[in-house]
């Protein structure tokens, strides 16, 4: 029998530094993550991020944690329980860290009798601390305790024409009776070697203003070239002038050289160009979270308005949205009769 698993980043249990210590020691130490020899992740991450991090990033998450829990997690569950509603299949929900995870979701599978696994990390673009992250972690939990299962993942989807559509939508309705300057799309950073490590030609990404748009197979896992594709598919399907878009990258960690130019930068920036009233959107993630509500929505107004901003608006990810449920049940259910994967 075939059934889903749908896999997203994952959080704390709590919003406090309890609970955000072992979150982010798990993160962080993935070699995925902080991609250095383990004994110099080990003293990067546990002798100095854990020393202070916890503390800081507990204070961010009480900023934006409900009732209910982690916004990550209860728009992940909401999504997952809609995603159910449209499928005869099994769909589970796993998280790459934390307690909700990958192997309790594949367990939960195994119980309905399910032995073909369509994965699909909840990710548009390509990364090896995202998608590839979750695709391996995954593999590994099968060999390990599910060996007769099939496992199937699903691509990433960033130029895929319903996902593209549904965003332009929600993008095209956030916009309403929103007088703009300029729109920003801000993806999440990641280090620039992560770009290289993920070159299978060795030598076309270069990072430069020419490899992301001159066409290679390196493009299959170029986290930027993907962003800026989304980008400008988005522009395209909404006929946004080229002048009035442009692309960021948030959420970056001190000391290596990140994907630029960087959100909080542009921030300061476009208020002195005349550009005081933007719209922001986060299309890296599908769901709303701490890099979305904290960072962009409540940090990132202060920045723009104390540079000189007038009017800001961080349109929402697409969470639960009938249209994108609907675009991931016809993935889903294409699957199951036709052992096809969306392109
Ligand atoms: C697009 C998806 C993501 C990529 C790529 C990614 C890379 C990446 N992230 C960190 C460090 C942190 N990220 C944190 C939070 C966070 N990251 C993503 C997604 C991607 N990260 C999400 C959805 C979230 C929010 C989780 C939530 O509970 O809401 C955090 C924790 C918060 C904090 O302390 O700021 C860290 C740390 C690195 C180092 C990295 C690539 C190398
Ligand atoms: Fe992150
Ligand atoms: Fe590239």
């Known amino acids: 029998m075939k059934g889903v698993l749908l896999v997203n ?20 130490m993935d070699e995925r993550v902080i991609d250095t020899p383990k004994w110099l992740r080990n003293i990067i991450v546990r002798g100095i991020i854990l020393q202070t991090r916890p503390k800081k990033s507990a204070a961010a998450y009480q900023k934006i944690w409900w009732e209910e829990g982690s916004p990550l997690i209860v728009i992940s569950e909401r999504f997952a329980a809609k995603v159910r509603g449209e499928t005869k299949m099994p769909v589970a929900l796993g998280m790459r860290y934390g307690s909700m995870s990958i192997k309790n979701a594949l ?56 996902y593209i559509e549904v965003l332009s939508k929600s993008i095209a309705e956030g916009l309403k ?48 070239h993907q962003c800026f594709d989304t980008t400008e598919r988005v522009k395209a399907y909404l006929g946004l002038p080229d002048e009035k878009v442009s692309n960021s990258f948030q959420s970056r960690l001190p000391n290596d050289p990140w994907l630029k130019p960087y959100t909080d930068f542009e921030f300061e920036r476009f208020p002195k160009e005349g550009k005081k009233k933007l719209a922001v959107i986060t299309p890296a993630f599908v769901s709303d979270c701490l890099e979305t509500l904290e960072e962009i929505a409540m940090e990132g107004k202060h920045q723009f ?39």
Not at 10 to 18: A, L, Q, R, V, Y
Not at 117 to 123: K, N, R
Not at 125 to 139: F, G, L, N, Q, R
Request: aromatic share 12%; net charge negative; glycine share 4%.
């Open 305 to 343: 308005q104390d540079a000189g901003g007038e009017d800001y608006k961080h349109i929402p990810c697409l969470n639960d949205d009938d249209a994108w449920v609907n675009v991931m049940a016809k993935w889903v259910n294409n699957w199951e009769t036709t052992g096809e994967l969306p392109s």
């Open 177 to 224: 009776n929103f007088d703009y300057d300029h729109i920003l799309f801000s993806y999440h950073g990641i280090p620039e070697r992560h770009i290289r490590k993920s070159d299978p030609t060795r030598f076309h990404c270069k990072i430069d203003g020419q490899c992301c748009s001159t066409n290679s197979v390196a493009h299959n896992t170029c986290y930027r």
């Open 107 to 162: 367990v939960e599978l195994e119980a309905k009798g399910v032995d073909e696994v369509l994965l699909v990390p909840l990710y548009p673009h390509y990364a090896m601390s995202s998608y590839e992250t979750v695709v391996v972690k995954t593999m590994e939990e099968q060999q390990a305790h599910f060996p007769k299962m099939r496992l199937t993942t699903l691509p990433a989807f960033y130029k895929n024409e319903g």
């Open 9 to 28: 980043l994952g959080s704390p249990d709590n919003p406090t530094p309890k609970d955000v210590k072992p979150y982010l020691d798990e993160f962080l």
